[in-house]
C-alpha cells in the first residue's frame, strides 16, 4: 500500500497528517504545491519522500495526486492499493487496514472510503457546516472526496484523475470507474479529520462558488445519459440562483410591489428542508438556511465555468483558505 498526501502551506496539519500514517503504509509520498511555509522541509526530516511540483505548470490537485501516484508507483511497483489524503486532514488510526481488508474481499469495488469528519466543527458555523455536508449514507456511492482508498490498477487503467479540473476531480474520477464496471463504497468507519479552518463567510462563499464550477463541469463532460452527471445540481443553481429572482423582477414590472411576494419560496423552502433534517433543531435549520443561500454562489461558479470554457477567460483556482 502507498500514501499519496497533498498540501500547501498546511503547517502544523500536514505535520500531524504525516505523523498519523505511522507504519500502516509501505510507502507515503508528500506532493508539495508550492508551499512558502517550510512543508517540504518538514516532510524530509518526517523521512517522507517528497515531489514538488513544477510550478511553471498550472497546478490542481487533480495534477498532485496523479505525480504523487506516479511516483509511489516507482518507488512501489508491487503496490495494490493507493490511500489519497490532504494535508489537513488526520488518518483516523486502523483506517487502513480495515479499508484494505474490505477491498481484498470485495473485488467488484476499486474504491473504499468512510467518514471524513470536521476536527473543529463547534469553532464556527461553516466548520459545523463541512461536518454535516461529509455526513453521507453508507454502502454503495456514485462519488468519494479527496481522501479514499483505491486500487492501483483501476486507478491506473482510467489514467488517474484529470489534472486539468479545478475541483470535481474525485467525482469525476469515480464516473469513469464506474463506467469500467468498478464500485465505490462508503464503509461506516471513521476515516479522517479534517481541519477547514473556516471561520468567514467570505471563505464559505468562496467554497461554494468552487463547488457551482465544480457541478457546471462535470454535466458539461458527463451529463449526457445515462450518467447525467451533476445535472440535477447544475439546474438546481440556475433556478434558485437566478430563475427566481428574474422572475421576481418580471412580476415586479407587471404588478408592482405584489410581484415581490415571489421571494417568499425562499423562506418556505428552507422551512421545508429544515422540517425534513434529523439531526438537531439547530443543525437542521443552519443547514437549510445555507443550503438556499448556496444557491446564488454556485449559480456564479456555472457562469464563472462558461466564461472559462467559451471566453476569454483564464482557469485558474477557486481556493478558500
Not at 45 to 68: C, Q
Not at 147 to 170: K, N, Q, T, Y
Not at 251 to 266: D, E, I, K, Q, T
Not at 296 to 301: A, Q, T, V, Y
Request: glycine share 10%; with cysteine; net charge positive.
Amino acid at each position: 500500500m502507498g500514501v499519496v498526501v497533498i498540501g500547501r502551506n498546511e503547517g502544523l496539519r500536514l505535520e500531524r497528517c504525516l505523523a498519523s500514517l505511522g507504519g500502516a503504509a509501505q510507502k507515503v509520498i508528500y506532493v508539495d504545491s508550492g508551499s512558502t511555509d517550510g512543508s517540504v522541509q518538514m516532510a524530509r526530516r518526517l523521512g517522507v519522500e517528497v515531489v514538488e511540483l513544477d510550478m511553471s505548470i498550472p497546478f490542481t490537485a487533480a495534477r498532485a495526486r496523479n505525480e504523487g501516484f506516479a511516483c509511489v508507483q516507482r518507488l512501489l511497483p508491487a503496490m495494490r492499493y493507493v490511500q489519497f489524503v490532504d494535508g489537513d486532514c488526520e488518518m483516523v488510526g486502523g483506517w487502513l487496514p480495515r479499508a484494505q481488508a474490505f477491498l481484498d474481499a470485495q473485488p467488484e469495488v476499486a474504491v473504499a472510503c468512510g467518514r471524513r469528519r470536521e476536527r473543529f466543527p463547534q469553532r464556527s458555523i461553516y466548520n459545523l457546516l463541512c461536518d454535516l455536508e461529509w455526513d453521507t449514507p453508507i454502502g454503495e456511492a456514485k462519488a468519494c472526496g479527496g481522501d479514499a482508498l483505491i486500487r492501483a490498477d483501476a486507478f491506473a487503467a482510467v489514467s488517474g484523475f484529470r489534472a486539468d479540473l479545478i475541483a470535481g476531480e474525485e467525482p469525476e474520477l469515480c464516473v469513469r470507474l464506474r463506467a469500467n464496471g468498478w464500485k465505490v463504497w462508503r464503509l461506516a468507519d471513521e476515516m479522517t479529520l479534517h481541519d477547514a479552518a473556516m471561520t468567514r463567510f467570505g471563505q464559505w462563499w468562496r467554497r461554494t462558488l468552487r463547488g457551482g464550477y465544480a457541478f457546471a463541469e462535470g454535466t458539461f463532460l458527463h451529463g449526457a445519459a445515462p450518467e447525467q452527471h451533476w445535472q440535477r445540481e447544475s439546474r438546481r443553481a440556475w433556478l434558485w440562483g437566478l430563475g427566481v429572482p428574474l422572475a421576481t423582477m418580471i412580476a415586479s414590472l407587471m404588478l408592482g410591489w405584489f410581484g415581490l411576494l415571489l421571494l417568499l419560496v425562499y423562506p418556505l423552502q428552507v422551512v421545508r428542508l429544515a422540517r425534513r433534517g434529523d439531526r438537531s433543531a439547530r443543525e437542521n435549520w443552519l443547514q437549510a438556511f445555507f443550503l438556499v443561500l448556496s444557491k446564488f454562489p454556485e449559480m456564479l461558479g456555472q457562469v464563472k465555468f462558461l466564461l472559462h470554457r467559451f471566453g476569454a477567460g483564464k482557469t485558474t483556482l477557486i481556493e478558500y483558505k
